[in-house]
């Protein structure tokens, strides 16, 4: 069964440093999303790709994080500088279309700590 | 707002006993809701959906899930729990317009 891929799977980071996520999505899925998960609580969507387009990164902190999709299939999420409270699990999930009446695939996720 | 609850932190049940994990949702027009289960360290897997027509929806492993529109509730059932389904529940929701908002989860704990 096709699955999204992530990694790395786990990141320790100074705060200040930069750092970066990669995603793979089931091959054919045009529309991407990375979430961010904080322990407790459920993911909260950080930014939509429609194919290589931005549809919505109205939650993304615009000022240190950024996402590119470039050739519309593998996507990274970066962060610079990372701070302690970027602490928390991103989560890449992808579907076959941008209407939420798909379902989201999710990957494992990269559980990042910013010490 | 738009919002999805989940009033249980946590769900403890006996193993071979019915478990109940409950969701409401605040989303305006017609919802789309959707279960998710996550074991740890891992991803999000879809279990189920309600998007129109029967209001109890079959889903993965043997769960289902109701949906009440008068109540406001799309809570996920089983009848009888496996220790295997110990594991953390999302409900999530959507009204429609793109963007899927979640619970903040119920841990589900099934002792044998």
């Known amino acids: 069964e096709a699955e999204v891929a992530q990694s790395p799977r786990y990141k320790i980071t100074e705060k200040s440093q930069a750092v970066a996520f990669w995603c793979d999505p089931i091959?054919?899925?045009?529309?991407l999303y990375w979430y961010r998960q904080i322990l407790g609580q459920g993911p909260e969507l950080l930014v939509q790709?429609?194919?290589?387009?931005?549809?919505?990164d109205s939650q993304l902190p615009k000022d240190r994080f950024s996402a590119e999709r470039l050739k519309g299939v593998d996507s990274t999420l970066k962060i610079q500088p990372a701070e302690l409270g970027d602490s928390a699990m991103y989560l890449c999930?992808?579907?076959?279309?941008?209407?939420?009446?798909?379902?989201?695939?999710f990957g494992p996720g990269t559980r990042l700590t910013v010490t | 707002a738009q919002s999805v609850a989940q009033p249980e932190d946590q769900v403890n049940v006996a193993e071979g006993n019915p478990l109940t994990v409950k969701c409401t949702y605040s989303?305006?027009?017609?919802?789309?809701l959707f279960w998710y289960v996550q074991y740890p360290n891992r991803g999000l897997q879809f279990l189920l959906k309600?998007?129109?027509?029967?209001?109890l929806v079959k889903g993965s492993y043997g769960f289902e899930a109701e949906f009440n529109k008068s109540q406001t509730s799309f809570h996920l059932k089983k009848p009888s729990a496996l220790v295997s389904d110990s594991a953390l529940y999302f409900c999530?929701?959507?009204?429609?317009?793109?963007?899927?908002?979640f619970g903040q989860g119920t841990e589900l704990s099934v002792k044998p």
């Open positions: 790709f429609q194919d290589e387009s931005v549809v919505d």
């Open positions: 999930a992808s579907s076959l279309d941008p209407d939420t009446y798909y379902e989201q695939y």
């Open positions: 091959s054919g899925h045009a529309t």
């Open positions: 309600y998007i129109t027509g029967d209001n």
């Open positions: 999530a929701g959507d009204n429609q317009g793109g963007k899927l908002i």
């Open positions: 989303v305006s027009g017609n919802p789309y």
